[in-house]
């Protein structure tokens, strides 16, 4: 059974930081993209960072670019979002998301984590 389990979410200033994490379990992790995606209040879904699963491709969202950084540690079965220069409209659930394929569309992913709330205050 494959889990996703995010963490680091918080309230936070304009301008501050935050690192999320997402661990995963049941799945050969190294051989499995990971995405981010966030949900804010009365909105889609919308991508905003991916890895592939050597580490070796990354993909954002313009959005974050510049501000935002992802990572893996495939010994550790994590995946890990920076998020720097935090914005109030950075506000929202932050999902994790596991695929085979290394994507920014939502249904490229096969297996999701509960997600994290993330509030950015001005």
């Known amino acids: 059974q494959v889990q996703l389990v995010e963490s680091g979410g918080g309230l936070v200033q304009a301008g501050g930081s935050l690192r999320l994490s997402c661990a995963a379990s049941g799945l050969t992790f190294s051989s499995y993209a990971m995405g981010w995606f966030r949900q804010a209040p009365g909105k889609e879904r919308e991508f905003v960072f991916a890895i592939s699963g050597s580490g070796g491709n990354t993909r954002y969202a313009d959005s974050v670019k510049g501000r935002f950084t992802i990572s893996r540690d495939n010994a550790k079965n994590t995946v890990y979002l920076q998020m720097n220069s935090l914005k109030p409209e950075d506000t929202a659930v932050y999902y994790c998301?596991?695929?085979?394929?290394?994507?920014?569309?939502?249904?490229?992913?096969?297996?999701w984590g509960q997600g994290t709330q993330v509030t950015v205050s001005s």
């Open positions: 998301a596991s695929g085979r394929w290394f994507a920014s569309v939502a249904a490229r992913y096969d297996y």
